[in-house]
């Protein structure tokens, strides 16, 4: 299998391996670091974090990580980096070449290479919380902020004429119309669908039949290719043909309504924090797949593009959103933050419009959406992403319930309740009874608010269960009250089918703040999930597939 986009005239270099390191813990401006006693004493792996190895468990401050590259081209570079966490200043032969303050997302740099031979590409790293320079990570967030370079580390050449991406979307599902959009000079490009005929294209926009078309879907996960190229530069895309619509209060994919079953999950592991090696990605879907998934909400970060991949082989439903987590009134009413998190909506839509399993856009996990002062960033956040790709629904996961004031905004309304878990009522054995009562007030306060024609997810509900904790009183953090609470969330959402779809909470467990935030989170981890971090399944992961698979 391959991974696109690919630029098969470029020169390319993937730069994964062992990096030099350094490592500094009160560096005092990483973006103009004293390079002066910079001693390279150790080695890191690439993609990789150094705050899970054993001498720098939990550390933080400034990481140095150096690679010497010898180009055999002339001219410009271009410099892709998948994402990084959780800031990054990147340096060529020590010339400042960009930073990253967007965790997650991925990048990329143009800046000129220097001739043939030997450079050096130093990306300085700082995982310290600190607002001014990572505004979209804070202390509170309940996942780790892990220090290292994510994901993959590309380096091409680049051609003058060069053909940056083109954008595929579908205009019509019965016919196989398309539209294309080319980030290149119209002139001389031609395009040509699954290693067909070359065409010339009538310009760098246009819409145009697929020849022998054949639908996406998750039942029938094809796929097809387009090809462009313009004398300079030549680029491969794959793309889906497949269209999404929200209205009357489902969500039509294809023209058909749809409803979606499948989890919440982080991109972590223990051993490698986010940067996870291909053969965890592949084994989650696996998972997925055998639980009877159809859907993903990859949480709560702009994903990795391999996993978004084989989401669309898998055909697998991802809902993907940008970096924020139960941010508040300060920080959402604070420019610094409202920047970088507008500057992440268009690095998403353009990593990942052409995976036909991306079905919706979601920003601010949890956010503070109850009051007034917040609504232009809110309304800021949905019309940008409408202007960067009106083809699909854009939506947020809201923990507001009934207070919340943005639905309106949005095309899909979606809810984070643990109802049963996080109970009103302490005193209450296994409040399980509280379930369906929560979700059924939710409905009634849709129907009442005008907000019935939109489509309803459920983005979280979940219950935390110790690994091998079992417990014959079934009590909170047992693997048995876990099974019991999620197959009544599942036993109602297959009753219910006023709700479209459901993100358990979650796929597996995950490391967490290791501070005193952690008094809530037994091991500091988020025990949520129905594997633990390991993927060794709790009681629950039977029950949910039960359930799932009979949909
Ligand atoms: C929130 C949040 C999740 C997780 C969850 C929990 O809904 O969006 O990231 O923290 O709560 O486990 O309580």
Same mark, same amino acid.
């Given at each position: 299998m391959e991974f696109y986009p690919q630029y098969p005239q470029r020169e390319k270099m993937n730069l994964a391996g062992a990096w030099d390191f350094a490592f500094r813990p009160d560096e005092k401006d990483p973006a103009n670091p004293d390079f002066g006693n910079l001693e390279f004493t150790e080695a890191m792996p690439v993609p990789g974090v150094f705050d899970v190895f054993p001498d720098r468990a939990g550390q933080r401050g400034t990481a140095f990580y150096r690679k010497n590259v010898t180009l055999d081209f002339d001219g410009k570079v271009f410099l892709k980096l998948g994402g990084i966490g959780l800031w990054a200043a990147i340096f060529w032969d020590r010339k400042p070449v960009g930073t990253i303050d967007l965790p997650y997302s991925g990048v990329d740099f143009t800046f000129d290479g220097g001739g043939k031979g030997k450079h050096e590409l130093l990306i300085v790293i700082d995982n310290r919380l600190d607002f001014q320079r990572?505004?979209?990570? +804070?202390? #509170? /967030?309940?996942f780790y902020g892990h220090g290292g370079i994510y994901r993959e580390v590309e380096l091409f050449s680049l051609p003058v004429n060069a053909i940056d991406r083109v954008f595929v979307s579908t205009v019509c599902h019965e016919t196989g119309k398309v539209k294309i959009r080319v980030s290149a000079e119209a002139q001389g490009l031609e395009y040509a669908f699954d290693n067909g005929e070359f065409q010339p294209a009538p310009g760098n926009e246009f819409e145009v039949s697929v020849p022998d078309f054949r639908l996406w879907s998750p039942e029938s996960p094809q796929l097809h290719t387009i090809t462009v190229r313009n004398g300079g530069d030549c680029i491969i895309e794959e793309f889906g043909i497949r269209t999404v619509t929200a209205g009357n209060g489902k969500l039509y994919l294809n023209g058909q309504a749809i409803r979606l079953r499948g989890f919440c999950r982080h991109e972590a592991h223990p051993q490698f924090g986010p940067a996870l090696p291909l053969h965890i990605v592949m084994e989650d879907i696996k998972w997925l797949k055998d639980l009877g998934c159809n859907f993903v909400r990859g949480t709560h970060y702009p994903q990795d593009q391999r996993f978004l991949a084989l989401c669309d082989r898998a055909g697998l439903l991802v809902w993907e959103e940008t970096l924020g987590w139960g941010d508040g009134l300060e920080r959402l009413i604070t420019p610094h933050f409202q920047d970088a998190q507008v500057r992440q909506l268009p690095w998403m839509v353009k990593n +990942? /419009?052409?995976?036909? +399993?991306?079905?919706m856009w979601g920003f601010l996990n949890e956010g503070f959406s109850s009051v007034a002062e917040t609504e232009p960033l809110y309304k800021k956040l949905i019309t940008t992403l409408k202007e960067l790709d009106p083809s699909r629904p854009v939506t947020y996961a809201s923990n507001k319930n009934e207070g919340d004031i943005m639905f309106k905004y949005a095309d899909i309304v979606s809810m984070n309740s643990y109802p049963g878990w996080y109970s009103r009522d302490r005193d209450k054995f296994r409040p399980l009874d509280e379930i369906a009562k929560r979700f059924n007030d939710f409905i009634a306060f849709m129907k009442a608010n005008g907000l019935s024609d939109k489509p309803y997810i459920i983005s979280e509900v979940g219950a935390g269960a110790i690994y091998g904790w079992r417990d014959r009183f079934a009590a909170h953090w047992s693997e048995e009250y876990q099974r019991d609470y999620l197959a009544e969330v599942c036993r109602y959402f297959s009753e219910?089918? $006023?709700?479209?779809?459901v993100a358990l909470w979650h796929f597996a467990d995950c490391r967490t703040y290791s501070t005193g935030h952690a008094l809530a989170r037994p091991r500091a981890? #988020? #025990?949520?999930?129905?594997?633990? $971090? /390991?993927r060794r399944p709790k009681l629950a992961y039977d029950a949910v597939k039960e359930c799932f698979q009979k949909f």
């Open positions: 990572t505004p979209l990570f +804070s202390p #509170n /967030y309940d +990942s /419009y052409n995976h036909p +399993s991306v079905i219910t089918p $006023e709700i479209t779809g981890f #988020n #025990n949520k999930g129905i594997m633990d $971090e /390991y």
